[in-house]
């Protein structure tokens, strides 16, 4: 029973872990299972049809065995990192005894034991981001997909700002295989700041954290998505956490003293923070709120006075003036704490560089895609050990328009007017604005005000930070996500 049809030995593309003759539509038909995961069937008049390549789960009923599988919405058939998205699809046969039954059913198991996927999640839904349109993507497009491949859940709504990080921070990880964020990017830089503040914050970094894109910016998903070719939906999303792939994640440090904040996508200042801060009145819009503000704001440009210090990353030593940097030795690293107090890098034994303002925008990143749209940093790596910084000190208006047009390619970063380079660490020391000396600018990581100067948006408003020096550190590989690689 186990032996494989001569006919197809040879253009299986793994070993077959089963083969054996079955009934499909009532026609007798071989049907093979590879040690890759794929179901084949040779069929009447045909050589060879591929059934499936992404088995969900499996269920006996009666004398048949129903195999949950996915196929590719545009016509072919789901294969790994291939291109599309996807749909659900049965494929039923019915084994011609009942030895050859319990063999399928022993063997489709193992297959499933083997592929270390995840059994149960804490999923976290945020009801208030984007369009507001995640609990209906959870219902409708996560929950089926993750009950199809037996995946238990945890669900917990997002009832405030922080829900998250307060759930994470006294949880017990030991439960779950992962957590999921149905969300824009806040819910999962809330859950890594969580888990970075608990005593066992070594053990808890290595629960791998999923994204289902439901907000406004979802540059984290799409980094991972783009890269493998497949679309940033909540579909090829939930595939790939069910896959149980990971990968590693760097974590910046940003400091100033005693105060930490834990970065995993972006720190902003000038032109972007504002785009990204003050356009928050036109949420209602999702993503195409940042353009249409963009527009605005550079019709009325601002630039700041400051100055920006950095270690630049092998290669790139050319960027800006030789400097000595005055560190702030308690954030770099500390023995008192329990909790993650950021990389033990000597911050003040390394060669430091400077640029002086004025400046329209400053941006560092720490993954490609700050947006599903916005390529920020096309060649920002998931877990190098750096920061992709881009700087603009002056442009002319015209040339700024061009230039956010390139924005969704990442063409942006080869103008004249953009600087473009890679930095170990960073210094930040904002100044005020140069056509209105009395207001100040926002400092803005992952979406969220860390600073507010005068008289800047909602500078009422309380910050974790003041607007004033702070200093940026990387920790390579720090989380762990999941991924569709």
């Given at each position: 029973m186990d032996r494989q049809p001569e006919r197809e030995t040879d253009e299986l593309s793994s070993p077959a872990i089963i083969s054996d003759r079955v009934l499909v539509n009532g026609v007798v038909t071989p049907l093979t299972l590879t040690a890759d995961g794929e179901l084949r069937s040779t069929e009447s008049g045909r050589r060879k049809s591929t059934?499936?390549?992404?088995?969900?789960?499996?269920?006996?009923?009666?004398?048949?065995?129903?195999?949950?599988?996915?196929v590719e919405r545009r016509g072919g058939i789901c294969c790994g990192g291939s291109g599309g998205d996807y749909a659900r699809n049965d494929f039923v046969f019915e084994p011609l005894s009942d030895e050859s039954r319990k063999l399928w059913s022993d063997k489709l198991h193992q297959h499933l034991e083997s592929l270390g996927r995840p059994k149960k999640l804490l999923v976290f839904v945020n009801p208030f981001g984007g369009k507001k349109s995640a609990r209906k993507i959870f219902q409708e497009e996560v929950k089926p997909l993750f009950d199809d491949a037996n995946i238990q859940l945890e669900i917990q709504e997002t009832k405030?700002?922080?829900?998250?990080?307060e759930i994470v921070r006294s949880m017990d990880v030991s439960k779950y295989d992962g957590i999921v964020c149905v969300s824009g990017d806040g819910i999962l830089v809330e859950v890594v700041n969580g888990l970075l503040e608990r005593a066992d914050w070594k053990t808890a970094l290595k629960l791998p954290i999923g994204m289902v894109p439901a907000g406004s910016g979802n540059g984290m998903i799409k980094s991972l998505l783009e890269p493998v070719g497949l679309p940033c939906s909540?579909?090829?999303?939930?595939?790939?956490?069910?896959?149980?792939?990971?990968?590693?994640?760097?974590?910046a440090t940003i400091s100033q003293g005693a105060t930490k904040f834990f970065s995993v996508l972006m720190l902003a200042w000038g032109l972007v923070a504002d785009i990204d801060i003050e356009s928050e009145k036109f949420r209602w819009m999702g993503s195409a709120r940042f353009d249409i503000y963009g527009l605005q704001r550079i019709i009325c440009l601002r630039q700041y006075?400051?100055?920006?210090?950095?270690v630049p990353a092998p290669g790139f030593e050319s960027y800006g003036q030789r400097a000595s940097c005055s560190v702030d030795k308690e954030s770099c690293g500390s023995d008192k704490a329990l909790v993650y107090q950021?990389?033990?890098t000597k911050l003040e034994d390394l060669d430091w560089r400077e640029m002086k303002g004025p400046f329209v925008?400053?941006?560092?990143?720490?993954?490609?895609?700050?947006?599903?749209?916005?390529?920020?940093?096309?060649d920002a790596k998931f877990s190098d050990g750096f920061l992709d910084l881009i700087v603009m000190k002056d442009c002319p208006k015209l040339a700024l328009l061009s230039l956010m047009t390139k924005l969704s390619d990442g063409t942006h970063v080869q103008s004249p007017y953009v600087s473009y380079l890679k930095v170990k660490a960073f210094v930040l020391e904002p100044g005020a604005r140069i056509d209105e000396p009395d207001?100040?600018?926002i400092i803005d990581s992952d979406g969220e005000v860390?600073?507010?100067g005068r008289k800047s948006y909602k500078c009422d408003q309380k910050a974790l930070m003041s607007y004033d020096k702070l200093q940026i550190s990387v920790d390579q590989g720090l989380a762990t996500l999941f991924s569709p690689e």
């Open positions: 059934v499936a390549k992404e088995i969900l789960s499996f269920v006996v009923e009666g004398n048949k065995v129903r195999v949950k599988t996915l405030y700002q922080l829900h998250a990080k909540a579909t090829s999303a939930t595939i790939s956490i069910i896959r149980g792939r990971t990968r590693s994640l760097d974590v006075n400051g100055r920006i210090l950095f950021g990389p033990d925008s400053v941006w560092l990143h720490n993954v490609p895609w700050g947006a599903e749209n916005t390529l920020a940093a096309p207001k100040e600018g860390l600073a507010r």
